[in-house]
C-alpha cells in the first residue's frame, strides 16, 4: 500500500466514511420508496457507494463503523420530505472542497478517474429516480405563491382597517377558505380541459398548499393582541415558507435558490405593503372606525 501524507489521508478517510454511509442511507431509502424502478436505481446507488467504499479501504487500510446519527437524519428527511430530495441534499452536503481532493489527486492520481467516474454515474442515477410529488411541484406553487400574495394583501389590509386581531384572523380564514376552494377548482378544470388524467390529484395538491399557507399566515393574528406585531411577524412567516419551498425545490429539482427566492419574496412582500396602504386609505375616505 502507497504512503499517503498525513493531509491526504485524512481526506481520503473522510471520503471513505461518506461512501459508507451512504451506501447504507440508500439501502434504507430503497426499502419505503414508492416504484420498482426507484428502488433497483437507490440499491444499485447503494452497491455503487459500497465499490467506492473499498477502493478507498485499499489506501487507508480501515475497516470503517457507519455513523448512525447521519444515516438516520437522512432516512428521517427521505420519509418527511420525499426520497430525491434526501438523496441530492445528502450529495451536496458530501461534496470534499476542490483545494482538499487537489491534494489527494497529487498523490493519488487513480482518483481523478474515480471521481469523474462516479460523478458521472451518480448524476445519470439521481436524474432517473421519478417521484410521484416532483410531478405536482408546479401545482404545490401555484397554490402557495397565490395564496402568499392573496392573503397577506389581504390580511395586510385587514390589519389597518379594523385594527382588531381576532377580526383579521376570522375575516382571513374566510377569505383563505373560500380561496382555497376556488384555486383547487380552477386548477381540476384546468387540467381536465388539458386532458389530464391526474386532475384531481393536481388540484388536491395545490389546495393542500393553499390550505397550510392560509392556517401559517392567520397563525400570528390568533396568538397575538397587537396587530401590527401579528403583521411584522406574519411578513417574517412569509419569508420563511418562501424560503424553505424555494430551497426544497432548488435541491430537489437541481434549480438556482436565489433568484426565485427574491422573485416570490418580492412580489409577496410588495403586495402587502401595498394592501397595507390601501387599508390605511379605505379607512380615512370611508370614514369607518372599528
Not at 478507498?56 to 475497516?63: A, L, N, R, S, V
Not at 428521517?76 to 472542497?97: N, P, Q, S, W, Y
Request: hydrophobic share 50%; net charge negative.
Amino acid at each position: 500500500m502507497k504512503e499517503l501524507s498525513k493531509e491526504a489521508l485524512a481526506v481520503i478517510k473522510k471520503m471513505q466514511q461518506n461512501e459508507l454511509n451512504e451506501s447504507i442511507i440508500y439501502k434504507k431509502i430503497a426499502k419505503f420508496a414508492k416504484g420498482e424502478e426507484n428502488k433497483k436505481t437507490l440499491e444499485r446507488l447503494a452497491s455503487e457507494e459500497h465499490a467506492h467504499y473499498e477502493i478507498w479501504k485499499g489506501y487507508t487500510g480501515i475497516e470503517m463503523k457507519p455513523q448512525k446519527g447521519k444515516i438516520l437524519k437522512y432516512v428521517l428527511i427521505a420519509r418527511l420530505l420525499g426520497f430525491t430530495f434526501a438523496v441530492k441534499l445528502m450529495e451536496r452536503g458530501e461534496e470534499v472542497a476542490q483545494s482538499k481532493y487537489q491534494l489527494v489527486a497529487e498523490e493519488v492520481p487513480e482518483s481523478i478517474h474515480i471521481r469523474e467516474q462516479e460523478a458521472e454515474h451518480e448524476k445519470a442515477l439521481l436524474d432517473m429516480l421519478d417521484e410521484e410529488k416532483l410531478h405536482y411541484v408546479g401545482s404545490m406553487v401555484l397554490g402557495l405563491s397565490d395564496a402568499l400574495v392573496e392573503l397577506a394583501g389581504s390580511l395586510a389590509g385587514f390589519t389597518f382597517a379594523m385594527q382588531d386581531t381576532k377580526l383579521v384572523a376570522l375575516s382571513g380564514l374566510i377569505v383563505g377558505i373560500s380561496a382555497t376552494f376556488s384555486m383547487a377548482s380552477s386548477e381540476f378544470l384546468s387540467a381536465k380541459s388539458e386532458g389530464r388524467k391526474d386532475a384531481f390529484k393536481s388540484c388536491t395538491y395545490t389546495g393542500i398548499a393553499y390550505l397550510l399557507t392560509v392556517v401559517a399566515l392567520i397563525l400570528p393574528y390568533v396568538l397575538l393582541s397587537n396587530p401590527l406585531i401579528a403583521l411584522a411577524i406574519m411578513i417574517g412567516v412569509i419569508v420563511l415558507i418562501i424560503a424553505g419551498f424555494t430551497y426544497y425545490t432548488s435541491v430537489a429539482q437541481d434549480l438556482k435558490f436565489g433568484a426565485r427566492f427574491l422573485e416570490m419574496a418580492g412580489i409577496s412582500i410588495g403586495v402587502a405593503v401595498i394592501s397595507f396602504g390601501v387599508g390605511i386609505l379605505a379607512k380615512h375616505l370611508l370614514g369607518v372606525d372599528i
